[in-house]
């Protein structure tokens, strides 16, 4: 039996008010991925991957679009008709069996020219909802310690951050269960100053 996550479809607007699909990832979606990589900057694919990665490869892509939605679920934002619009971002968990609570890391990213219009905040939410549909408490991640957007995107978020540094790496969680969306609720050290975005 299929998850329920795997048919997941909401609608989003963008801040400057253009609307837009967020739904559940499918091997299809390979285009839009290729395509939105080809346009990343490379400072933002290295946020990203934690390195620099030219393209991606047969294998990342099925790795990305070939998910099972229980252990591993991503969804997609489209901008434009659901079915032939642009890939503006991308976000998904990776389920951490046996912790306590049950945890699942979490990643996203916008393409550069989207960044900045509330795309992956909404994404984050989304991903949240279909979370905590499953069973998930908490989600963690990891960012480099100067992919300041990023940091922006949990600070700002709602959810109850916390948050440690180590070899340059801000190691972040915290709990999903409240549903972020209210005003940031953020523990230990401050949040890094806005990017002017």
């Known amino acids: 039996m299929?998850?329920?996550?795997?048919?997941?479809?909401?609608?989003?607007?963008?801040?400057?008010?253009e609307p837009f699909?967020?739904?559940?990832?499918r091997?299809?979606?390979?285009r839009h991925m290729r395509d939105a990589f080809a346009t990343l900057?490379?400072?933002?694919?290295?946020?990203?991957?934690?390195?620099?990665?030219?393209?991606?490869?047969?294998?990342?892509?099925?790795y990305l679009t070939e998910i099972d939605f229980v252990d591993h679920v991503a969804l997609v934002a489209i901008l434009g008709p659901p079915e032939a619009g642009e890939g503006a971002g991308?976000?998904?968990?990776?389920v951490e069996r046996g912790t306590e609570p049950l945890r699942a890391e979490a990643a996203f990213a916008v393409v550069d020219r989207h960044q900045n219009r509330g795309i992956g905040t909404q994404l984050l939410y989304h991903l949240a909802d279909v979370a905590r549909a499953a069973?998930?408490?908490?989600?963690?991640?990891?960012?480099?310690?100067?992919?300041f957007k990023m940091m922006e995107v949990f600070f700002h978020s709602g959810f109850d951050i916390r948050r440690n540094v180590e070899s340059g790496v801000i190691h972040v969680t915290f709990?999903?269960?409240a549903g972020g969306g209210g005003p940031p609720r953020v523990h230990g050290e401050s949040p890094p100053p806005r990017s002017g975005g």
């Open 41 to 62: 900057s490379k400072e933002t694919i290295y946020y990203r991957f934690f390195e620099l990665k030219e393209k991606l490869t047969d294998g990342d892509l099925a």
């Open 175 to 177: 709990s999903i269960e």
């Open 2 to 17: 299929s998850s329920p996550a795997a048919s997941y479809e909401a609608q989003g607007v963008t801040r400057d008010g």
């Open 135 to 147: 069973g998930i408490k908490e989600f963690t991640g990891e960012v480099l310690g100067e992919n």
């Open 90 to 94: 991308v976000a998904r968990y990776v």
């Open 21 to 25: 699909t967020v739904r559940a990832i």
């Open 27 to 30: 091997p299809e979606d390979k």
